[in-house]
């Protein structure tokens, strides 16, 4: 039973990600929130056009919303990143690695090798798309990667929300300056609430990311070939 509902959800999650889940998800809300926020201000008469087209022409920008909004929201999330902390990348992946070439871990060769290298960011940023490379094309890491792979549609879905979020408290602002509206009050503020917690969910599912990795890559690829 649990065999065949694990298969049922992996095929879903296999299917969502086919359709980019993650950049429609994002595309629904900042399209929806574009679309509101005009027509506030001018009301649209799509009367004229015919439905399949106006389906059609929906889902394009729904999608290219999602695309844009994940791009901008990943922008924004790592420059914030580095006003407080410009080698943020490097010290989470500095750290997973001490982790895994320390007890309960044994201590490795080429761990250590990336540990007592001077990497830049950029550096480090190589080893680890390396890293990716190997996993992807080792069997045993299937599952692994799999579960990976969700963990990446995640922070894709938060970082496209989190411009979403941002649009919507630019919008908010404007029309409650405008109107002088309790409505518009409310959503400004939930705006906010929601763009704070988008960019600390997508900070965790990315460093989550960052450990699965190394780990991984500790356990099927550096431990396979020292035996």
């Known amino acids: 039973m649990d065999t065949a509902l694990s298969k049922i959800i992996d095929r879903i999650s296999e299917t969502l990600n086919f359709f980019d889940f993650s950049?429609?998800?994002?595309?629904?809300?900042t399209f929806g929130i574009i679309y509101c926020s005009i027509n506030n201000i001018y009301t649209f008469?799509?009367?004229g056009y015919s439905k399949t087209a106006i389906i059609i022409a929906i889902i394009v920008l729904v999608y290219v919303s999602g695309l844009v909004s994940f791009s901008i929201?990943?922008?924004l999330r790592l420059k914030m990143l580095c006003?407080?902390?410009k080698e943020y990348f490097n010290d989470v992946f500095n750290k997973v690695l001490s982790f895994v070439n320390s007890d309960p871990y044994s201590v490795n060769e080429e761990i250590s090798k990336y540990l007592d290298a001077d990497f830049s960011k950029d550096k480090y940023k190589g080893v680890y798309s390396k890293m990716w490379l190997d996993l992807r094309h080792c069997e045993e890491a299937k599952d692994t990667i799999r579960h990976l792979n969700r963990f990446w549609m995640m922070q894709a879905v938060y970082e496209g929300l989190f411009t979403s979020s941002i649009i919507g408290l630019l919008s908010s602002f404007y029309f409650w300056c405008?109107?002088?509206s309790g409505y518009f009050m409310i959503t400004f503020i939930l705006s906010i609430i929601s763009s704070f917690f988008?960019?600390?969910e997508a900070k965790r599912y990315a460093e989550t990311q960052i450990w699965e990795v190394v780990i991984a890559y500790k356990k099927f690829i550096v431990c396979n070939n020292s035996q």
């Not at 950049?23 to 809300?29: C, R």
């Open 23 to 29: 950049f429609i998800v994002s595309g629904l809300v």
């Open 45 to 47: 008469d799509i009367s």
């Open 73 to 75: 929201g990943k922008w």
């Open 83 to 85: 006003i407080w902390n």
């Open 178 to 180: 405008d109107k002088d």
């Open 198 to 200: 988008c960019s600390l």
